[in-house]
């Protein structure tokens, strides 16, 4: 399970904007049967392309 402030990667494409491996920060987590985390999405300079809920199978936690 993915904890708030951990950064995480697409493993699927959301949008135009949103591609696989996109990287941003989980900034909250919503749990119950269906677990889903909001997450901020940046680009490399750190700006924020898009803040949404995405479900655990699309994500991947960055370990480095």
Known sequence: MLREYDVVELVEGLSDSLKIGTRG??????PGERPEYEV????ANGRTIDVR????????????
Do not use: C, G, N, Q
């Not at 920060?25 to 919503?30: D, L, Q, S």
């Not at 901020?40 to 680009?43: L, M, N, R, S």
């Open 25 to 30: 920060a989980v900034v909250m987590v919503y």
């Open 40 to 43: 901020e999405f940046v680009d």
């Open 53 to 64: 809920a995405v479900s655990p199978d699309k994500l991947r936690l960055v370990t480095s």
